[in-house]
């Protein structure tokens, strides 16, 4: 994602308030006279306003309701009862372990990873990122539901490749996807990509000179490694436990799909069955203000741990960071990756296709039984399948050009920190993370069935809920590439007299492209993937393709969302590698 | 069987209605509007129109035949089935209409319940169409002519033949009580599915909480759909299911799958899946054209011979190989002891089951 160019160039661990000073220390004045009016603080204020109506709104509906019991009265007793039943704790307790196992898991296997492929001479290393991304673009209950198939203890085709192999019994089995291990296997596997993403790019950024530095001074490859490589890389590790974290938390899909046949709860899915008929959405609201606490907390503490420790990496120059040589481990490692890859890739998407070309799902595919039966239903029976198709494509497009242009806007006012109150924009962009997609359709569902705004039925309420839940982590990409490129060259443009319009336009806009790119792109995906909110949300005529195969999943036909997860796949790659190709914006390399 | 008593309205009603005097009450048919053929001039408004929303808990494949049917009877309105569990139905509907979005134009659910609700809320059309005027019982419509049985099948114990032998099967509830199906049970949930829900309120009505209670014990497997369990069966992943459709496990066993039905000993709970049209649905004459047909003896005979369904309607016949209906002992329905308790049976369940 990091923008190259020559060689040469530095970087400084810098505290971050001071660009900042330097950015607000210019003088604003004379740029009226230089290039006509600055539109900039009209249009940032504007972004504000736009930011509180997205997630102010929302979120005092819900507030309000958890304060309130059926009739409309004032009381705490849906947070008594939360504390107290244990149909409410338990959940919470369940969520807790499974979103910590899953962070540490996802670090341990996702940091090694990434330093493989960006720092070694590791063989087809852009293999290895390509199979990341793979596994990225996979939504997460799709995964879910082709891990059912693999390992669901009677029928899962491993177990019954484990029978065959080691003679077990009948009803023996090796895996059981139905447990909460296997849950948090599977919620892993999906995640992963999110940690690998930003130890990788944080290592791509972090230029060779530094460890050069530290190796001509004397330090050996471990001693550099420790002292330079990892304190580089930290706010990127930390970042993405803190992310994989709050995924793992705030899914609704997975837990679905593999906790309640197994007969218990994680609070999304708790949430959910609240707002199943009768709906008690102040009970849901209240049991939706520990996961907002818990996220807040987690923040702060990442602020507290990483400091004021912030990198510039991209002044103007800098060399490509120095592969390390693996030797006689290049192969095994290579192995490893692809072993790894084997859990989100490689293996659901072979049970999904042999599920969509078997008679039945659990039948392993021979050349006679091999049958369309699935793909000709899909095609040319499943009446909800080209409208719910039709409105993906929509959302996905128009939430991602929209999101990006918000988060753009706001990285940069945060980043140079433009106007007055930009921390509030910051910490309002961040804040749909700590609420579980679920939470925010109720949320949006309050706010917008009720006039002035009656948007429930339209595909605009479906739109507010994506940006809203695409816009933290757009925010923090786009952030992130905006503290990599130094200030000082937009100050060097604004000295000579551009506006910040045009600086931005001519210097910075430029410089971010790959971001933006990638930024889009990750939002198009992460519609595709969503699902908890568009659950709440929808209505026949804005079904969407992760609600169909949801619906799917709960009538068991196993088959039809083969056939339609691998279609996904498909019109995803296929939207990707077409905005990379857009002319004008150069041809660059997707990752995630 | 014509009522001797015919009242003054029933003239003013017409000749129509007269023709289709089966068994009613005058009272009755007071209430109701007269029978309605399949006219060209319908067919035609219908054609306007262009389509029809279905909103229908009836397994996804089958609906969407029944949908194919429709748009090769009538070609140029094609339907569109909206399709998940009957309870889901029910709420989207309810949410729906709550802000005003007026989206479904004809229902059908698992749950005979709901109708009495929408009923109560003012929402159905009443529309009559000829064949349930002239061959439905009266106990498969209702008075006031806004719905009658679209559908009806028992919601039945069943058993993966490949694992379990036919001697060693179940053959009633008490049954699956035993500790050797400790784990091989899939069940499905009331709080998703019409036909569980009305399954539920027999069961306990019938056989009492306590058996959930010890069938918890059995560490079940849960999923939603009633016709969610035949599927893992077919798939092996239970062995045996303690409810579920009864004609999801004859179209799995007559295209070869490995299940068998077992009618419990204790008796089978009877479900009745009506249809009606919403007075406000979008497509009127869609609606009206899409609800006379599921009523013909050619839809009721598609959903018996593809769908495994039983019918109301005289004029279809059973398909050989299956337990006739008269012969399956069933437990008692009662739609409206099902509407009052509904909530109080979904929370009796999650203290029981958990999820």
């Known amino acids: 994602m990091a923008a190259h160019s020559g060689c040469g160039g530095i970087a400084l661990p810098r505290p971050e308030g001071n660009y900042g000073e330097m950015t607000i220390a210019l003088p604003a004045r004379t740029e009226r006279r230089g290039f006509g009016i600055d539109v900039s603080k009209p249009v940032l204020y504007g972004f504000a306003v736009i930011l509180c109506l997205l997630i102010v709104l929302p979120l005092s509906w819900l507030l309000l309701y958890s304060v309130t019991d059926a009739k409309g009265a004032f009381t705490l007793n849906n947070f008594y009862r939360l504390f107290t039943e244990s149909s409410f704790y338990d959940p919470l307790v369940t969520t807790f372990i499974l979103a910590t196992s899953s962070a540490f898991i996802c670090c341990a296997v996702a940091a090694p990873m990434g330093w493989l492929v960006a720092r070694t001479d590791l063989p087809f290393s852009a293999i290895i990122r390509a199979l990341v991304t793979a596994s990225f673009v996979t939504p997460p209950f799709l995964g879910a539901i082709a891990w059912e198939l693999l390992a669901a203890p009677n029928s899962g085709l491993l177990n019954k490749i484990a029978r065959d192999w080691f003679g077990m019994a009948p009803d023996q089995h090796l895996f059981n996807i139905y447990t909460l291990p296997g849950i948090i296997f599977v919620i892993s596997c999906y995640t992963f990509p999110y940690v690998f993403v930003l130890v990788a790019n944080s290592l791509d950024r972090t230029p060779g000179e530094l460890e050069d530095a530290s190796s001509i001074l004397g330090g050996g490859r471990w001693y550099t490694a420790r002292r330079v490589t990892i304190p580089l890389v930290l706010p990127a590790l930390l970042a993405g436990a803190l992310v994989a974290f709050l995924q793992a938390m705030t899914l609704f899909g997975s837990p679905a799909i593999l906790a309640l046949p197994a007969g218990f709860h994680t609070m999304t899915t708790k949430i959910w069955s609240l707002f199943q008929f009768p709906p008690k959405p102040e009970l849901a609201a209240a049991a939706s203000l520990p996961l907002l606490v818990l996220t807040v907390i987690l923040l702060r503490a990442e602020h507290m741990i990483l400091g004021r420790r912030g990198y510039s990496v991209v002044g103007g120059k800098y060399g490509a960071p120095r592969l390390i040589p693996l030797h006689r481990w290049r192969w095994p490692a290579f192995a490893l990756c692809l072993f790894v890859l084997l859990n989100p890739v490689f293996l659901p998407y072979a049970a999904l296709f042999n599920a969509a070309f078997s008679p039945v799902a659990s039948t392993f595919l021979t050349v006679h039984n091999f049958t369309l039966h699935n793909v000709n239903f899909v095609l040319f029976e499943l009446s909800a399948a080209s409208l719910a198709l039709k409105n993906t494509v929509i959302l996905g497009t128009a939430t991602a050009t929209i999101g990006t242009a918000i988060a753009l806007v706001i990285a940069y006012v945060t980043a140079r920190q433009a106007v007055t109150g930009w921390r509030a924009l910051g910490f309002l962009a961040t804040a749909p993370i700590a609420v579980p997609g679920i939470v925010l359709g109720v949320g949006l569902f309050l706010s917008y069935t009720r006039p002035p705004f009656v948007l429930y039925g339209t595909l605009w309420i479906l739109l507010i809920a994506f940006v809203t839940i695409a816009l933290p982590s757009a925010y923090q990409q786009l952030q992130a590439a905006f503290r990599t490129i130094h200030p000082e060259l937009e100050d060097a443009s604004r000295i000579l007299g551009a506006t910040r319009l045009r600086s931005l336009w001519q210097i910075t806009a430029p410089l971010l492209r790959t971001g933006v790119i990638a930024t889009w792109c990750f939002i198009f995906v992460g519609v595709m993937r969503e699902l908890s909110a568009a659950i709440i949300l929808f209505t026949s005529e804005t079904k969407v393709v992760s609600v169909l195969i949801y619906d799917l999943n709960e009538s068991g036909d196993l088959g039809a969302i083969s056939v339609i997860g691998l279609g996904m796949l498909l019109i995803t790659f296929a939207v990707v590698i077409a905005v990379n190709r857009i002319p004008g914006f150069g041809n660059v390399r997707f990752r995630t | ?355």
């Not at chain 2, 068998?260 to 204790?266: G, Q, S």
């Open chain 2, 1 to 355: 069987m014509r009522d001797s008593r015919i009242s003054r309205r029933d003239v003013l009603i017409g000749s129509s209605a007269l023709a289709a005097g089966t068994a009613f009450s005058t009272k009755v048919m007071s209430a109701a509007p007269p029978a309605s053929a399949i006219t060209p001039q319908l067919i035609e408004a219908a054609k306007k129109e262009g389509k029809v929303v279905w909103y229908t808990s009836v397994d996804l494949p089958l609906a969407e035949k029944i949908a194919k049917s429709f748009e090769a009877k009538f070609p140029g309105v094609t339907a569109r089935v909206e399709r998940t569990g009957a309870e889901r139905v029910f709420q989207r509907i309810g949410q729906e209409y709550g802000s005003n979005i007026h989206a479904v134009d004809v229902a059908n659910s698992s749950d005979a319940a709901h109708f009495i609700v929408w009923k109560k809320q003012g929402l159905l059309e009443a529309y009559v169409p000829e064949d349930v005027a002239k061959f439905y019982p009266t106990e498969h419509k209702d008075p006031d002519g806004m719905f009658a049985s679209f559908r009806v099948w028992v919601c039945i114990i069943a058993y993966n033949t490949n694992l379990v032998k036919s001697e060693e099967a179940p053959k009633s509830f008490a049954d699956l009580l035993d500790p050797k199906w400790k784990g091989k049970i899939v069940k499905a949930h009331p709080g998703y599915s019409g036909t569980i829900m009305t399954a539920t309120y027999q069961m306990q009505r019938d056989l009492g909480w306590g058996f959930f209670e010890k069938l918890a014990a059995q560490n079940i497997m849960q999923v939603q759909s009633s016709a969610d369990p035949p599927k893992r069966l077919a798939l092996g992943e239970r062995a045996v299911m303690a409810d579920g459709n009864e004609y999801n496990i004859f179209q799995i066993s007559e295209k070869g799958g490995p299940v068998a039905p077992v009618y419990a000993t204790e008796g089978s709970p009877l479900i009745v899946g009506p249809t009606g049209m919403f007075k406000a649905a979008p497509n009127p004459n869609a609606a009206k054209l899409f609800t006379a047909y599921s009523f013909t003896p050619e839809c009721q005979q598609l959903i018996i011979d593809v769908g495994g369904l039983r019918s109301m309607h005289p004029d279809t016949k059973e398909k050989p190989g299956r337990t006739p209906f008269k012969q399956i002992k069933v437990m008692k329905d009662d739609p409206a002891a099902v509407e009052k308790m509904s909530d109080e049976i979904k929370q009796h369940y999650v203290k029981i089951f958990h999820v």
